[in-house]
């Protein structure tokens, strides 16, 4: 059985997780609800209340990740923020991910063509 290989381009808002099974891609987006709108302007007058409201959701979008990651063998983790150092951070500290073996790249935001290439690429040669 081919070990399980996942590309993850994300930032704070989105996660493009692309599996990589027999040299194709399949595709799956999970979306963090960092900023719920509505809640917005009853946080803003106690800013210590939405920066916990902020930090919740950051994570619970990285633990829902980490969720997915958990049955992955390579990652490649790519895009333009530091989540992907704050997910790596994350990873790092949990034991079942201890083998797995993950990468982090910087990236510009790309097309869903240019990430899906940019992992085919990477695996091609990892």
């Not at 704070?12 to 027999?22: D, N, P, R, V």
């Not at 333009?80 to 790092?92: G, H, M, N, V, W």
């Given at each position: 059985m ?5 590309g ?39 800013v ?17 990740l ?49 990430e899906q ?10």
């Amino acid at each position: 059985m081919a070990e399980k290989k996942l590309g993850i381009w994300m930032d704070h808002s989105t996660a493009h997780l692309m599996k990589f099974i027999g040299g194709s891609i399949e595709t799956e987006i999970i979306e963090s609800r960092l900023i719920d709108l509505e809640n917005v302007n009853r946080l803003w007058n106690n800013v210590g209340r939405f920066m916990s409201y902020e930090k919740q959701q950051r994570w619970a979008y990285f633990s829902k990740l980490n969720e997915i990651i958990k049955d992955y063998k390579k990652i490649i983790l790519f895009g333009p923020s530091d989540a992907k150092i704050e997910l790596f951070d994350i990873l790092s500290e949990d034991e079942r991910c201890l083998k797995i073996k993950v990468e982090i790249q910087q990236a510009d935001p790309m097309t869903e063509n240019q990430e899906q290439a940019f992992v085919k690429e990477y695996f091609s040669k990892n």
